[in-house]
C-alpha cells in the first residue's frame, strides 16, 4: 500500500436541504461556541488567577475545560466556513488532523473524568492523606498521562488514513472530519480501522465509566457510614457536579452510538444533529453545572465582576 495519491480534498456537508436556513443555523451555533469560549476561558482564568482554587480538584477543573475548549476550536473553522461562506473543500492533511485532534481530544475527556473521580475518592475515603496522595507532581503526571493515552491510540488509525486510496465519492457527512465518515471512501481492506476503534470504546471509555462507577460505589459506602447528616449531605455535595459532568458526557456519548447503530433509516439530519450535540453539549454545559454547584467557583466569579466594576 502506498502514499494515497489519488485525491487532494474531500468535500464537508453542512445541513443537506436545509441550505436556506444556513445563516440562521450559523447565528444559534455562533452563539453556543461564543458561551463554550466564554464559560470555559473563565473557569481557566479563575482557576489560573485564584489562589483559593489552587487544589487538584479545580487543576482537573481546568483540564476538563481546556479539553472542552479544544473539541470547539477543532470543530468551529470548518462548521462556520460551512455555514457563513459555503466553504466546503477541505484539504486531505487537514481533514485527518481534524479528525485525530477530534477523537484524541474525546478519549482525554472520559480520561479527566476518570482522574476526577479518582480525585474525589481520595478526599472522601482518605481525607487525610488528599494532600501528600495528590501532590501537584502527581496532578501533572496525571494529566500527562491521560493526553499521551488518547494520543498514542488514536494514532495508528489515522496514519493509515495516509495510506488508503479514495475512489469513492468525496464528500463527507458532517462539518467536520470524523474517521469512522472518512474511511467509508477508501477503497481498500479497512477491516483494522473498524475493529479498533471498537476496542479502543470498550477497553478505554467503556472502562472508564466502569472504574468511575465502582469509585462512587465506593464513596457512597464511606459516605453512608459518617454519622452526621450534614457531614453526609456536605461529602456528597462536593460529587455533584462531577457526577452531572459524568452524565452530560455519558448519555451524549449513548446517544450518538445509539443513533448510529440503530438509526440507519432515521433522516440524515437527525445524525448530524445528534454529533452536534456530542460536540457541543458536554462543553456547554460544564463550565454551568460548576457555576451553579460549586460555591468556590461561585465566589471567584463574584469576585472576578467585583473587580472589574471597581476599577470601572
Not at 473563565?42 to 475548549?69: I, W
Request: some cysteine.
Amino acid at each position: 500500500m502506498g502514499l494515497n495519491t489519488t485525491v487532494s480534498a474531500f468535500l464537508l456537508t453542512g445541513f443537506p436541504g436545509m441550505e436556506k436556513a444556513h445563516h440562521l443555523i450559523s447565528i444559534a451555533l455562533l452563539v453556543v461556541y461564543i458561551s463554550i469560549l466564554l464559560g470555559n476561558g473563565t473557569l481557566l482564568f479563575l482557576v489560573k488567577d485564584d489562589h483559593n482554587l489552587h487544589e487538584p480538584m479545580y487543576y482537573f477543573l481546568a483540564m476538563l475545560a481546556s479539553t472542552d475548549l479544544g473539541v470547539t476550536l477543532t470543530t468551529m473553522p470548518t462548521v462556520l466556513g460551512i455555514l457563513w461562506l459555503n466553504q466546503r473543500e477541505i484539504g486531505q492533511g487537514a481533514c485527518f488532523s481534524q479528525a485525530y485532534f477530534i477523537h484524541t481530544l474525546s478519549i482525554v475527556e472520559s480520561g479527566v473524568l476518570l482522574a476526577m473521580a479518582y480525585d474525589r475518592f481520595i478526599a472522601i475515603r482518605k481525607p487525610l492523606r488528599y494532600t501528600s496522595i495528590l501532590t501537584n507532581t502527581r496532578v501533572i503526571k496525571i494529566g500527562m498521562g491521560v493526553l499521551a493515552r488518547a494520543g498514542l491510540s488514536i494514532m495508528p488509525i489515522i496514519i493509515r488514513l495516509h495510506w488508503f486510496p479514495y475512489c469513492q465519492s468525496h464528500v463527507l457527512s458532517h462539518a467536520f472530519c470524523l474517521h469512522q465518515d472518512i474511511i467509508k471512501l477508501a477503497c481498500a481492506d479497512i477491516t483494522f480501522n473498524r475493529l479498533y476503534p471498537v476496542m479502543i470504546v470498550f477497553t478505554m471509555v467503556l472502562l472508564d465509566f466502569l472504574i468511575i462507577s465502582f469509585s462512587y460505589i465506593l464513596i457512597l459506602q464511606t459516605v453512608m457510614g459518617i454519622a452526621s447528616g450534614a457531614e453526609r449531605a456536605k461529602a456528597l455535595n462536593t460529587c455533584v457536579s462531577h457526577i452531572c459532568c459524568i452524565l452530560v458526557f455519558y448519555v451524549t456519548v449513548v446517544g450518538l452510538t445509539f443513533i448510529h447503530r440503530f438509526g440507519k433509516h432515521a433522516p440524515r439530519v437527525v445524525h448530524i444533529t445528534m454529533s452536534y450535540i456530542y460536540f457541543l453539549f458536554p462543553p456547554f454545559m460544564n463550565p454551568i453545572i460548576y457555576s451553579i454547584k460549586t460555591k468556590q467557583i461561585q465566589s471567584g466569579i463574584i469576585r472576578l465582576f467585583s473587580l472589574r466594576h471597581t476599577r470601572a
